[in-house]
Every structure is written in C-alpha cells, then in structure tokens.
C-alpha cells in the first residue's frame, strides 16, 4: 500500500529539446548528465512534426542508446528520461518513460519527475469510469486525464489535468506541434529552461545544459505550464504558489555539485554546510577529515576548511558499481556498500578520523564505514552528517524509505550513534540546513521543502477523497 501512495517515479531526470535537427543525440547527451537521477532504465522520444517515434530501454543510458538507435529517431524535438525506480515501482521496460500513447486524435508522450500523491485516487476514479491502464505509472493518469478532457485546444486540457494533481512533478509532454513543461505549485522537483542556439532545452539540472554547451535562461516557476512551438514559447500560470518548497535533499545529496538550483551552486552550498556542521560541532578533536565519495566530498571540505583539520582522501570509492540504493535487499545493500568504498589505511590508521556523509537513512552505510575505517586502524571515528536525522518519509519522489527503516524516526541521536558504533555523532541542525544552502525566498525556511526533518509536508500526503469541484474536471 505505501509503495504505491509512494508512487513509482522516483528521483529520476528528465530532458527536452525543441527546434535542432539532432535532438535525439543532444537528448542522449543531456541523459549522461543526468545519469545520476536514475539508473535503472532511459528512454528517448523524438518527433519530425509527424509522427512521434521512441527508443526505450533498461540500464545505463550507455547500455540503452547506439548510434544505429539515434539514427532511427529522427527530428527535430525531444522528450527523455533517466529512470530510477525503488522495488515499490514498476520494473522492467513497461515503466521506461518517456511513456507513449497512439489515438485518433494524435500521439502524446510525456515524461515526468517527481511523485503525484493522489494518482491512486485519481486511477482508481478513472478505472470506474471505464479507463483501462496498461502500467501503474503516474504518467500514465496524466495521460488519460488529459486525453478525457473535454477542454479545448490542447493545452488547456493539459492545464485541466493538472489542477487535479497533488504532489509533486516536474514534466514534459510532447506532442507533434508542441512541446509543454510543467511544475508542481510547490516546486518540489528542479527544472530548468535553456537556450541551444535557436532550439529550446529543458532539464532537471543545469549539468544538462553545460554538457551540451547550452545556455540557462531561468527556471521553470511552480505552478507554471510552459508551451513551446515553431512560433516560439509561451507561458501561464495553471495555479497560484501558497508555498514555495524546493526539495532540501536535492542540494544536500541528489543534484550534481555542478549544478545550480534556483541558481545557488550545489556544491557551494554542500560547502556551507560543511562550515556550519564545523561551526556546530566545534568540540571535536580529530587529526584528520575524510568524506564518503562522491556526495560529501564538497560538505568535507567545507568542515575541513573551517576546522582547520586537514582534508584526506580516507576513502576511496569503485566508480563502476551503482548507488547503494539500487540493490533492492538490505542484505544486497551491505554487500553493495562493501563493493563500493575503500579505506586508505596509510591516511586513517592510528589517526582520529572525521567522516563527513551526507545523510543517514537507514544507517546501513554510516554503519559499514565505521567498522571498515576501524578495521583499517583509525584510532576514533567521528561521524558528522550535512543534514539533520531523517525522521519521516518522503511522499514526493526520493526514495527515503518507511519510517520502519528510517533509523532517525524510532532511534535518538545517542542511540544511532551507539548502533553505527561511532565515538560520536552529530547532524547539522534544521537552521543550519536552511542558512547554508541560503536561499533568499520570504518563508522561514527560504522556500524549501523539509518535510523527511520536520514532518512539515507542503501537501496532502493521503488524499483519500476526490472532492466535487474536482470531479466537475473530470467530466
Ligand atoms: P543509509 O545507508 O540507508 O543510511 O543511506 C545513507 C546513504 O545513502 C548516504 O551515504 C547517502 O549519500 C545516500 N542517500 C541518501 N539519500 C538517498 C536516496 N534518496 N537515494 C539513494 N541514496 C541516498
Ligand atoms: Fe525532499 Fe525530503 Fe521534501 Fe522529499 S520530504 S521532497 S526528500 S525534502
């Protein structure tokens, strides 16, 4: 049941491309660097202003896509996904997106990030009224939302859809004449707007931009429904902003350190919360700071810069195995764990080590790395997190986890520390979060979404009813 309030359109990167004759292999550009967004499947859609044609598959964006492949979807326009999906989702080639409907009425694709909470309702709703699904993918509700629609032209069906979306979703959908880009109300999920030349990008994170040499124009805002065609690009709003509430876990670990969100570098702010982790912690004394490759390398130096304890390379990680996430089993994810990092002794033994992670979830990997730095010789571990103790679920899309396996929701600071056998444990504080990646909205917590710290969800996280105004949409 909670996997599928969840959803199943976890993290995951999304990309757009519109007016360049070689969308499909830009797109495939643009998917290498997002790849860190979602490992398990990718898909592209192009269109010639025809027909629109898909290359979908399972694994890396490498194993998906050759050049025989990018050469059969030809055109001028793009849609495409990076997946990533937690074993609540569905697997397998059927939940690649971007996914792709055929009607009389013409072809629609569309490819989304982000977790909608009401798509259970709302599927359940249309399979009373006599809709058939084929997946059990959010994208796919969309899909008949739109297509059920009695609202006209395009857009405005889409518009319509949407109003009846809870959560959150940063999406794109492509037909033959246009290419439209929405934002949830809150801004949950990153999505940015680019220029290529005369062609328009779009995409979850600005590496996307820089490794096709394209421009970044500005954000796409929440609650904004962006249309693009060969007349150029149009903007409205299709629903008022309460409350800003861009993800935190996006700058504490999921974007890349080269991108910029809401334009705040993220690894300039994981840098800040290293200082302010430094600052908080001041009472520890240790000979040397090391990070969990890759995502703590920025928090690391920043502690090590402002402790005046050196940085070092304690740990080093195999580039060629996945994020631990990926392995479904607990007992798989200690083995992944174990594949993946490596302690420099000559850097640790003997030493007082600080270990700077990002975030603590289950604990397994805090856990794991203690033993192995304590194994390798270090005198005493100290483990400082760049975030505070993850205490609830996420219901938007990041794979965090039930509160029965999030280690912060049922233990105390002294008792995870205790259980990842650490000589001590601190977590950067809820202000320290906010103040570090120094966002300069209005709202207390600089318009972002710290629900998984603070249980302050921005929406409805069990939405059990459709309410009347809402089924008027859905005649
Ligand atoms: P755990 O081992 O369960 O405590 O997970 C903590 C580790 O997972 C940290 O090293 C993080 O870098 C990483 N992490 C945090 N959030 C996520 C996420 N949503 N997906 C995958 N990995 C994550
Ligand atoms: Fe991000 Fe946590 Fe909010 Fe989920 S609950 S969107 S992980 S900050």
Redesign the pocket.
């Known amino acids: 049941m909670l996997a599928e309030i969840r959803g199943l359109n976890e993290e995951c990167g999304v990309f757009g491309i519109w007016g360049n004759p070689n969308a499909a292999h830009l797109s495939y550009y643009g998917l290498h660097a997002l790849q860190h967004r979602g490992q398990e499947g990718a898909g592209i859609v192009v269109s010639d202003g025809k027909h629109l044609r898909a290359v979908k598959g399972e694994g890396l964006v490498n194993d998906v896509f050759n050049e025989e492949k990018l050469r059969s979807i030809v055109g001028d326009r793009a849609i495409a996904h990076a997946r990533y999906s937690t074993d609540g989702g569905v697997s397998g080639i059927e939940g690649v997106q971007p996914l792709l409907f055929h009607s009389s009425t013409g072809s629609l694709s569309i490819a989304q990030n982000g977790n909608i909470v009401n798509a259970s309702h709302l599927k359940q709703y249309l399979e009373r009224q006599g809709s058939i699904f084929h997946t059990s993918s959010d994208a796919e509700v969309l899909a008949h939302l739109i297509k059920k629609s009695t609202h006209s032209p395009f857009r405005a069906k889409v518009k319509n859809a949407l109003t009846l979306l809870k959560g959150?979703y940063s999406l794109l959908i492509l037909t033959k004449d246009e290419m439209l880009v929405a934002r949830d109300p809150h801004g949950?999920r990153p999505l940015s707007l680019g220029r290529l030349g005369d062609s328009y990008v779009v995409a979850s994170e600005t590496c996307a931009f820089d490794l096709i040499g394209a421009e970044y124009i500005r954000e796409v805002e929440p609650g904004e429904l962006v249309v693009i065609d060969n007349n150029g690009m149009t903007s409205e709003k299709f629903a008022d902003v309460t409350k800003r509430?861009m993800?935190?876990?996006?700058y504490v670990y999921l974007a890349r350190p080269d991108s910029n969100i809401d334009g705040i570098n993220v690894h300039m702010a994981r840098k800040r919360m290293g200082k302010r982790l430094a600052r908080e912690c001041a009472h520890i004394e240790a000979d040397v700071v090391t990070g969990v490759p890759d995502s703590s390398i920025s928090a690391a130096i920043g502690f090590a810069e402002e402790s005046g304890i050196p940085y070092e390379l304690g740990l080093i990680k195999n580039r060629y195995v996945g994020r631990t996430f990926i392995q479904p089993t607990q007992e798989l994810r200690e083995r992944g764990v174990k594949m993946k990092l490596s302690p420099v002794v000559q850097v640790v033994k003997g030493k007082r080590v600080v270990m700077v992670d990002d975030s603590i979830v289950r604990g397994t990997t805090s856990r794991r790395i203690v033993t192995m730095l304590k194994e390798a010789g270090a005198a005493e571990v100290h483990v400082v997190i760049s975030s505070p103790p993850m205490t609830d679920p996420?219901?938007?899309g990041?794979d965090?986890s039930t509160h029965e396996e999030l280690i912060a929701s049922s233990n105390t600071v002294e008792e995870i520390r205790e259980k990842i056998g650490a000589d001590s444990l601190t977590f950067l504080s809820v202000e320290g979060t906010v103040d570090s990646i120094g966002r300069e909205y209005e709202d207390d917590n600089g318009g972002?979404?710290?629900?998984?710290?603070t249980k302050d969800?921005p929406t409805e996280i069990f939405p059990d009813t459709i309410l009347p105004h809402e089924k008027e949409l859905l005649r």
């Open positions: 959150a949950l509430a993800c935190t876990m996006e996420c219901y938007y990041i965090t972002l979404c710290m629900a998984c710290f969800y």
